[in-house]
């Protein structure tokens, strides 16, 4: 299958590197951001070689990467349309007041009757089942999900075709966060779901005899797995649903939405300085190796070093969702069309925003750098219009 896709990277508006990454947090109902993210950067012509995701990005990666090149955005907006369907959208007073309302009912009603094709909400509460079943570990059945996404997913192409897909997850009983890799595994619904698993609203997921929940409970982004498998110059797209950094919050809805962003952003920042960090020194100790004079230069201890020391240009795009003045705590399971319509834009819009520098990022590129780029808009947004698609 991988011989049958067509070449795709010569058409990009970018001069690409060897390697090309996707890389895709957690955070729910916030994923469709990273939909409208891959709608612009396919549209662009740039060519995903590996996707990572954890949670709701697991479930977009494997969507990506278990399709056809010409497939993967109409396979995205069916599980969104799907996952929506019991909130259509429908016109509305442009009004933050207006909106937060509706936002906050929306969540509550998702609460209580769960999101089509996804999780439902279980006939008894977990009080009230028999210890050590799956219904007394969780509020909702994910089963639904499993069903979704054999129908969307081409399991053989995932496996065996050209992307790259990586998952993170974590084994319960040891505490060990893993990644699932098509390169290592082979990958099914349950790997997916279990990335996905976050307690207690979804059950934990069995993979041969080891039980596994939601990856963002140790890392919600997977960036620092691909850097470390990096073995060529490597591109990285990371889209993050959390922006690190945000204003103080003002009322106590605003202290739930601003400490889910600290706890989810995983310190993304700081993750990429410290990768950026550690290259600059190995150019450092390339360039003392180089002074040495010849009769060290096959010394076992050398021979270590310039191992250790060898370096592939690194350059990573953040694409970080920036969320409007009516969102709160419930941004990440507020499953309505017309938000869902909203952050799909706003992933498109934030391509657009950092291709028109992309003079810049091919720059480097070119030049073998490492370097990070945040080229998004850094305030929040207005209302984007919405057009039903």
């Known amino acids: 299958m991988a011989d049958s896709d067509p070449p795709r990277r010569q058409r990009s508006i970018l001069s690409l590197p060897d390697q ?17 993210v891959y709608q612009a950067l396919d549209g662009a012509g740039i060519e995903i070689d590996w996707v990572a995701g954890i949670s709701i990005g697991a479930i977009n990666a494997a969507i990506i990467a278990g399709n056809r090149p010409e497939d993967r955005v109409a396979k995205l907006r069916e599980f969104w349309n799907s996952a929506t369907a019991q909130l259509p959208s429908f016109s509305i007073w442009p009004d933050d007041k207006v ?73 319960i009983e040891s505490g060990n966060f893993r990644y699932f890799d098509n390169r290592r595994d082979r990958i099914d619904a349950r790997h997916v779901m279990a990335s996905g698993a976050l307690p207690p609203g979804l059950p934990p997921i069995e993979i041969d005899g080891r039980w596994w929940w939601d990856g963002g409970l140790v890392s919600n982004t997977p960036l620092q797995e691909v850097v470390d498998r990096q073995k060529s110059d490597l591109l990285v797209f990371q889209v993050d649903l959390f922006p690190a950094s945000d204003v103080l919050p003002r009322t106590i809805l605003d202290v739930v939405a601003r400490e889910k962003e600290i706890r989810y952003s995983s310190r993304t920042r700081l993750t990429t300085n410290r990768l950026l960090q550690r290259r600059r020194e190995r150019q450092l100790i390339l360039k003392v190796l180089a002074k040495l004079p010849a009769e060290l230069k096959d010394d076992p201890d050398v021979l270590k070093l310039v191992d250790h020391a060898e370096d592939h240009a690194l350059n990573v795009v953040h694409l970080i969702y920036r969320a409007n003045a009516w969102e709160g705590g419930a941004r990440d399971y507020e499953f309505s069309r017309r938000t869902m319509e909203e952050h799909w834009i706003a992933g498109e819009t934030a391509v657009a925003a950092t291709m028109r520098e992309s003079a810049l990022i091919a720059r480097n590129i070119l030049d073998g750098k490492t370097a990070a780029f945040d080229l998004t808009p850094k305030q929040p947004r207005s209302m984007p219009r919405v057009s039903e698609r």
């Not at 090309?20 to 409208?36: E, T």
């Not at 399991?155 to 997850?169: M, T």
């Open 20 to 36: 090309v990454a996707l890389v895709l947090q957690g955070g729910g109902a916030l994923g469709s951001y990273q939909a409208g």
């Open 99 to 171: 909106r937060e309302f509706l936002h906050e009912w929306a969540a509550g009603f998702v609460a209580m009757a769960g999101v089509p094709g996804f999780f439902r909400p279980r006939l008894w509460p977990p009080m009230l089942a028999a210890p050590g079943t799956p219904e007394a570990l969780s509020f909702y059945d994910s089963a639904p999900l499993a069903d979704t996404l054999d129908r969307l997913i081409d399991w053989e192409r995932l496996n065996d075709g050209p992307v790259r897909l990586s998952v993170g997850a974590v084994d």
